[in-house]
């Protein structure tokens, strides 16, 4: 059984694209291959393609490729996980930083 990469809960914003549409949500957890955006309007309906995104919070804005991996509608609005296509160096180093973070914090 392959073990889950460690979750940080977070309060930034996605702002992602198929190419035509421009949907929002909230990323409620990232990890250094995924990240998962809750509140999307339930006209997203994900397709097995890559989407493009901006993810920021208040000092910090990161562009990602996303393959969708699952998906929850609940009334009108859509959780989904995204798996980040080959995360930047930039990512990595974010991580990392929020783990010892958290880690120091216990």
Known sequence: ????????????????TDGNTIFRGLVANISEGGLKITN????????????????????????????????????????VGFEIVAPSPDWHNY?????NRSAQSC
């Open 95 to 99: 991580i990392d930083t929020m783990l």
């Open 1 to 16: 059984m392959q073990e889950r990469a460690a979750r940080i809960d977070t309060d930034m914003i996605s702002s992602f």
């Open 40 to 79: 999307i309007t339930a006209r997203f309906r994900p397709a097995p393609q890559q989407y493009a995104t901006i993810v920021t919070n208040r000092d910090r804005k990161f562009k990602l490729n996303l393959l969708p991996v699952w998906f929850e509608q609940c009334d009108q609005r859509v959780t």
